[in-house]
């Protein structure tokens, strides 16, 4: 599946663009585009593929998916709708410079910087942010002018100071200059990126970051809330997802390609991280691309 590029979501006279799709179905083919995409489901249910990530949703579900990420929302076919449209949904554009090269930058927006920044890997709200969330895009839709601007500014307020939320993709799908704010991180991730196929030892990883492994250890979980180990495991696996998603690899050759010598490691690594076994996340894309 080779995503499709969208361009132009925003008129030359509007700052962000809303637009409200009442549709027999979503738009079926993966795609992306350079807008920031913020969507709420007012109605309809199935499969959401975003980046390597493959996840459900249904009536009331709010997502942002950042710029340039690969997605696509696969409707379930409702039988049961009276006029056709089992498709009814809201969704804003906008892109980081929409409101100037620097708004983003200023220190009173930190908290809407790092939202844009998770939205790199598309992340799903919950729970109570979800309903004040749509509760607000509803009422969006009734401003004009400056209005509208604070209207849409409060409601990336409530998603930023929101801690109900999921990031979906893996890692492997943030851009290098928004993984950390730490130059240190940056290179320790660029190192794995480029060879996470093979084996990476907590030696050769220190002497990269010039620490000792102790102090690796613990500069890496203070950091990122997680061992080594476990983030070299989820970027192999997110590049597995990926090549299971993109690409025409059957489960072994993905798994020698990602860096795991032993298929059954590689099953349950791949189950943890995803809940799926391999085998199920591959037919579980066909069926989404059919």
């Known amino acids: 599946m080779k995503p499709l590029l969208f361009r132009n979501l925003i008129a030359e006279n509007e700052s962000f663009h809303i637009q409200e799709d009442e549709l027999t179905h979503f738009y079926d083919f ?21 980046g390597d990530k493959i996840c459900s949703f249904e009536e009331g579900d709010v997502f942002l998916l950042g710029a340039g990420i690969p997605h696509v929302f696969r409707d379930k076919k409702n039988e049961d709708s009276i006029d056709g449209k089992s498709v009814h949904a809201i969704s804003i554009y906008f ?3 929409s409101f100037g090269d620097d708004f983003f930058n200023l220190p009173e927006n930190y908290l809407m910087k790092e939202l844009l920044q998770k939205s790199s890997r598309g992340v799903k709200f919950k729970e109570k942010t979800k309903e004040q969330t749509l509760r607000n895009i509803l009422n969006l839709k009734k401003k004009k002018d400056a209005e509208l601007l604070i209207a849409f500014f409060d409601t990336l307020n409530v998603l930023s100071k929101s801690q ?27 190192y794995v990126m480029t060879n996470f196929s093979r084996e990476i030892s907590l030696e050769e990883i220190s002497e990269i970051s010039k620490m000792s492994v102790t102090s690796f250890c613990r500069f890496f979980k203070q950091r990122t809330r997680k061992t080594f180990r476990m983030f070299i495991n989820e970027v192999r696996i997110g590049h597995a997802c990926k090549e299971l998603l993109y690409n025409n690899y059957n489960i072994n050759e993905v798994a020698y390609r990602c860096g795991f010598n032993n298929i059954s490691n590689f099953n349950r690594q791949f189950k943890g991280i995803t809940g799926l076994t391999p085998s199920d996340y591959a037919r579980k894309a066909v069926k989404s691309d059919s």
Not at 37 to 48: E, H, N
Not at 165 to 184: G, P, Y
């Open 164 to 190: 109900e939320f999921e990031c979906l993709s893996s890692v492997n799908f943030m851009h290098a200059k928004d993984e950390s704010k730490s130059k240190r991180i940056q290179d320790i991730y660029r």
């Open 95 to 97: 892109k980081s410079n």
């Open 30 to 50: 993966l795609h992306y585009h350079p807008e920031i995409q913020l969507t709420v489901i007012l109605k309809s249910a199935g499969q959401l593929i975003v």
